[in-house]
């Protein structure tokens, strides 16, 4: 069984940072690809940033610069590094994982989700 936890949400101002982590439990989760997803309210849930089998990195334009998403295989630890932050990026913050694929399959677990608050 798969499980992700995430951690490390909260309030910040503008122009801020925070850093996000997602605890991955299950047989071998953390070699497959993995992603960060946001929802805010009232808006559809997406893709913030993803990392691949073989380590290549999408993002999302908004967050291009700005966000950098890693991986600790010996620590099964996905992280999401959130610098320059704007109110806009206020959002429940989801991690996911395909499971056992490369990105281009669809993500079949996700974590509870951590929030993120920005203020102007």
């Known amino acids: 069984q798969i499980h992700l936890v995430e951690s490390g949400g909260g309030s910040v101002q503008a122009g801020g940072s925070l850093r996000l982590s997602c605890a991955a439990s299950?047989?071998?989760?953390?070699?497959?690809?993995m992603g960060w997803f946001r929802q805010a309210p009232g808006k559809e849930r997406e893709g913030v940033a993803s990392?691949?089998?073989?380590?290549?990195?999408t993002y999302a334009d908004s967050v291009k610069g700005r966000f950098t998403i890693s991986k600790d295989k010996a620590k099964n630890t996905l992280s999401l590094q959130m610098n320059s932050l704007k109110p806009e990026d206020t959002a429940m913050y989801f991690c996911?994982?395909?499971?056992?694929?490369?990105?281009?399959?669809?993500?079949?677990?996700w974590g509870q989700g951590t929030q993120v608050t920005v203020s102007s």
């Open positions: 996911a994982a395909v499971g056992d694929g490369t990105c281009r399959m669809k993500y079949k677990y």
């Open positions: 990392i691949d089998n073989d380590g290549t990195t």
């Open positions: 299950g047989y071998n989760v953390i070699y497959y690809c």
